[in-house]
């Protein structure tokens, strides 16, 4: 069995690796929208809402633009919940 994704890795150390994943993405939208979420959120996020952001961090720009954008639905395999949080807080920061 593999090991978890964060066996040994300071949460602090996985935090500072997704924050720079979040401003870092390719795409500036991209960038603007997970960046300032990721700023807001990290510190109060534990292990297992990390991951999810991970996970959702591993879709590609273009769908997740496309998501967020509103311009296609969610798909049911991805964090619609967490999707949903990170637009409703690019809404309320804008």
Not at 9 to 14: F, G, K, S
Not at 15 to 21: A, D, E, G, M, Q
Not at 29 to 51: K, N
Request: aromatic share 6%.
């Amino acid at each position: 069995m593999a090991p978890p994704k964060d066996a040994g890795e300071d949460i602090a150390i996985r935090r500072r690796r997704l924050r720079y994943r979040a401003w870092h993405r390719g795409t500036k939208e991209m960038d603007l929208v997970l960046g300032p979420f990721a700023d807001a959120h990290l510190d109060g996020l534990a292990a297992p809402e990390l991951d999810r952001l991970e996970a959702l961090m591993d879709e590609e720009d273009t769908d997740l633009l496309k998501w967020v954008m509103g311009q296609e639905p969610v798909p049911a395999d991805a964090d619609a919940d967490l999707l949903g949080q990170i637009i409703a807080y690019r809404l309320q920061t804008q």
